[in-house]
């Protein structure tokens, strides 16, 4: 059915219907709103064999899921920034532990000094905890994509807690048409969680053990192994997604406009929409420029980009993060998948902290690279004449 | 197989095995386990390894009780309450320092729990270091004795107090030296809903520098010098003490372990038995220990 919603309510709907046991969370903005209307669905005994808990911190509430998903139930919660990181001890936990746990990071960017406003410091930060990590464009691909999250994240193969990331205020915040999936649709599509291992009395399990050096390390390889697994097994789900709506739901990277580009520009999340009407406007100009979406950062798609580039001279990546002392998180990723292959690769940081991003400065990065004016590597763009005060 | 094996690595004397054991054979092994970080963990929970014969979790130091408490809500939520009940089994740091947010939450919302903190006072399993536990004049690697110092100089944490002041239906002290006392204790706890909070004082062979069997000898002198007043409270009330007879002066205590003989040599250690000795009588006061003299 479709309906103009906020991008909170886009979640919360899509959670409910994937009927979740626990829910714990902690508000911070601009994340509130999707736990607030998921618990006004819990007053309103909306939400069926589930308990929900306001934890007293971040850290709590993913500490609460910890127990409850390793107990067999299906959880969720939100969170984002300060929050995320308050979290990660745990998420980086449940991670090792494979535990399906899904998560909607409302992106924000990291103190100090203090911002509530939008960037993905706060999600990139989590690069290395071994869970899933997709950036959504809009509030449909959020909502399209949790009860795939679960589906992925649940399965035998991979048992990996599950991290959707959507840009804070410019999503969450924003009224969009969203087609809300109907019980009956969402039970079809998502089974039950049949957990491999779980608590229980009658067949008791260790859960967490400590591992000396002679066994630490093939856990860390069969982590590995789960992220590497998870590929084929998100991949499997994009496609059972877009042939059981019929949409056209792509996979871990959307190539578009790209086979006869001299410029493909690489974006994540919300901006990609606006870079796209950039980009389709140049090639009205004739410009033979082309867009790649990255969905997925984690499992990185090394091979898709690889191939999406084959025959693209220029590559420029944007991105609202910077791995301080390097470049942008995207940039190193996609320097990495394209060793060996001479490109040009100009990295820009763009929108920190909420910073607006206007058309404009999408055109000019392009221009410049386009006519030779910039140099390969990295750049913040859209930075004003600013007088440090250390030193 | 048996709730808690043997051939767990615990050092001989240990008081963790005894107060486990005592507690899962009150629970008949009806229950989950939530286990933080620390020498209970370490000595258990190997992997291939472990001594652990009822369903058991170890996350974080300092996540053990809202990991329980998620337990908890997924029982409920899944219509598996029956299954049986969840304990948490966590060290005195992990208790009243680095897990203290997390308990508070969780005593708050009151979550139906029991939550044993294994008080051997301070932080055993990595050296011996202070923990907010630790009683005052103890020597720890972290507050160690020197020509200023004599040993730690803040007094232990009221973490009894804490626990009641949130409201909790059952808060109690218990000991290693009392098996029988645990195991009644943890019954009595079963007859409540929501969070219990059990302390039991248990002894640290390699901490307290005592041998294999010193430990329940002290353990149980802190009982009967009124420095570890076993009592209990229902609603905030406080329902039954251990009474003592004959209530010993701090120093027997004292004397029997090394992390508090240097209170017998340094300049300041005279004044820290002392408060030591106040804080002892004061417990008898507060709690009424002392059984009257006809």
């Known amino acids: 059915m479709m309906k103009v919603v906020r991008g909170f309510y886009s979640v ?23 736990v607030e209307n998921l618990a006004a669905m819990y007053a309103n005994g909306e939400l069926e064999n589930c308990v929900y808990i306001t934890a007293e911190s971040e850290f709590s509430a993913a500490s609460i899921l910890v127990g409850a998903s390793a107990t067999g139930a299906r959880t969720f919660t939100a969170t984002c920034s300060q929050g995320l990181i308050l979290m990660s001890e745990v998420l980086i936990n449940a991670a090792g532990m494979r535990l399906p746990i899904v998560l909607v990071n409302t992106n924000r960017a990291l103190s100090a000094p203090l911002s509530i406003w939008n960037d993905h410091q706060d999600s990139m930060f989590m690069r290395d905890a071994g869970i899933i990590q997709v950036y959504v464009e ?46 009956e649709m969402i039970d079809e599509f998502l089974p039950p969680y049949e957990p491999v291992a779980k608590l229980s009395v009658d067949k008791p399990l260790t859960f967490g053990s400590y591992a000396p050096p002679h066994i630490y390390m093939e856990f860390r390889v069969a982590l590995q192994n789960a992220t590497e697994r998870a590929r084929k097994v998100m991949e499997d789900v994009f496609k059972e997604w877009a042939e059981f709506t019929g949409r056209d739901w792509k996979s871990h990277i959307s190539v578009e406009n790209v086979d006869d580009a001299e410029l493909a520009v690489i974006t994540l999340g919300s901006i990609t929409s606006l870079v796209r009407d950039v980009v389709e406007s140049l090639r009205r100009e004739g410009k033979k420029v082309g867009l790649i979406k990255l969905r997925t950062f984690r499992p990185f798609p090394n091979d898709e980009i690889r191939k999406a580039l084959k025959n693209v001279n220029k590559v420029i990546v944007l991105e609202r993060a910077v791995s301080f002392g390097n470049e942008g998180q995207v ?58 005060v250390i030193p | 197989m048996r709730y808690f094996s043997s051939g767990h690595g615990a050092c001989p ?42 369903p058991y979790i170890h996350s974080l130091f300092e996540n ?82 020197g020509k200023l110092m004599p040993g730690k100089l803040g007094k232990k944490k009221d973490m009894v107090s804490i626990a009641v002041a949130h409201g909790i239906p059952y808060v109690a002290t218990s000991s290693s030296a009392f098996p029988a006392d645990i195991r009644r204790k943890v019954k009595r706890a079963l007859e409540f809903e929501g969070t219990k909070y059990i302390q039991i004082h248990s002894p640290c062979v390699t901490g307290w520098g005592v041998d294999g069997k010193g430990g329940i000898i002290a353990a149980k002198l802190a009982v009967e010098t009124g420095l570890y007043p076993l009592v209990e409270f229902e609603y905030g009330k406080l329902t039954r003490v251990r009474k003592i007879k004959d209530r010993k002066p701090v120093e027997e205590y004292l004397k029997i372990q090394r992390r508090f003989r240097h209170l017998f040599k340094h300049p300041m250690g005279k004044q820290i038995i002392e408060e030591l000795q106040r804080i002892a009588d004061e417990n008898a006061r507060k709690y009424g220990l002392d059984v009257e003299k006809k």
């Open chain 1, 12 to 34: 919360a709907h899509a959670v409910k219907t994937c009927r979740p046991n626990v829910i714990s969370a902690y508000p911070i903005t601009p994340q509130t709103e999707i």
């Open chain 1, 138 to 183: 809009n509030n449909q691909e959020a909502h399209d994509l949790i009860p795939q999250a679960y589906k992925i994240a649940e399965n035998s193969k991979v048992l990996l807690p599950f991290m959707i990331c959507m840009d804070g205020y410019k999503l969450t915040h924003a009224y969009e048409p969203v087609d809300l999936h109907s019980q």
């Open chain 1, 331 to 388: 940039a190193i990723e996609v320097k990495n998948a394209l060793y060996g292959k001479s490109k040009e690769i100009y990295s820009f940081a763009i929108g920190l902290g909420g910073r607006d991003v206007p058309r404009e400065l999408i055109v000019k990065i392009i221009d410049n690279v386009m006519q030779g004016k910039v140099k390969q590597g990295f750049h913040f763009e859209g930075v004003q004449e600013f007088k440090e």
């Open chain 2, 13 to 54: 004397g240990c008081g963790l095995p005894i107060a486990v054991k005592n507690v899962l054979q009150a629970l008949d092994g009806k229950c989950f386990v939530v286990n933080s970080t620390g020498c209970l963990e370490i000595i258990s929970s190997q992997y291939g390894k472990s001594a652990w014969g009822v």
């Open chain 2, 64 to 145: 053990a009780a809202p990991v329980a408490a998620g337990i908890e809500a997924a029982l409920r939520a899944l219509g598996r309450k029956d299954e049986g009940h969840v304990v948490v089994f966590a060290g005195d740091g992990a208790t009243a320092d680095i897990g203290f947010g997390c308990l508070s939450g969780v005593m708050d919302r009151n979550h139906d729990i029991i939550y044993i903190c294994l008080d051997n006072e301070a932080y055993q399993n990595t050296g011996h270091q202070q923990s907010g536990l630790t009683p005052m004049g103890e020597a720890t690697t972290t507050t160690p004795v």
